[in-house]
């Protein structure tokens, strides 16, 4: 499976401009603005825009991807931007396993993995740290911009809390945006 998601998306970015204009999450931006910056971790990160963001307001950041590619791509915007904080990885997350307790924050947006991304980010949050995730809701497969292709990368109603049951959940919603159907979610590991 992973081998395919690689070839699919690196054949995605292949041939796209370097994305130095493109903004970060509004969402994102509005989540984090009362954190302290720390150590950074974003999870399929596409093309670092949101990474990016995050290096330029502090954060020291590790962004980690599938596609080569798109890494490529979203280091060269960094290089553009005059962003030096972000580490880019390529791997895995099917196998990919961050240092545990390690991060302040970890960022997913627009990427859904039930089966193991849940665990790996209870473990790698520090005590004290936050996750920010967004994906797309159920919702969104009846809209008439849909573009996914399988109910395997949209979240039940509710379901999103019920993946991370050691977080304390700060904020839920599930709402309609111009653009995509989604559910949000702001949690944070009990400090110790
Ligand atoms: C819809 S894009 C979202 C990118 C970015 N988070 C954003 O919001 O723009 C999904 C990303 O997941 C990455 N991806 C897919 N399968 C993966 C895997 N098994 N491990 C790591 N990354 C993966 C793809 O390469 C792609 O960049």
New binding site residues.
């Given amino acids: ?2 081998n395919s ?2 070839q699919k ?1 690196n054949a ?2 292949s041939g796209k401009a370097i994305p130095s204009t493109q903004p970060p ?1 509004n969402w994102l931006c509005h989540a984090v603005t009362a954190l302290i910056p720390g150590r950074a971790l ?6 670092g ?2 990474a990016i963001w995050l290096g330029r307001q502090g954060w020291r950041v590790d962004a ?4 080569e590619v ?1 890494l490529s791509l979203a280091a060269q915007s960094a290089t553009a931007t005059g962003c030096s904080s972000v580490t880019w990885i390529a ?4 196998i ?1 396993a961050p240092d545990p307790s390690t991060y302040d924050l970890i960022t ?4 859904l ?1 039930r089966e193991r991304l849940p665990s790996l980010i209870e473990a790698a949050l520090r005590p004290g740290g936050t996750l920010v995730y967004e994906t797309f809701a159920q919702q969104h497969l009846t809209r008439s911009d849909n573009h996914l292709k399988s109910d395997r990368f949209t979240l039940l109603p509710n379901e999103l809390p019920r993946l991370f049951p050691n977080l304390a959940i700060e904020q839920f919603e599930e709402v309609d945006l111009p653009d995509r159907s989604v559910a949000r979610l702001i949690a944070r590991k009990p400090a110790i």
Avoid: E, P, Q, T
């Fill in positions: 499976m992973a998601d690689r998306w995605k970015y999450d974003d999870l399929a990160c596409g093309l825009h949101n980690v991807d599938i596609s798109g791997a895995d997350l099917d990919y997913v947006l627009r990427f993995d």
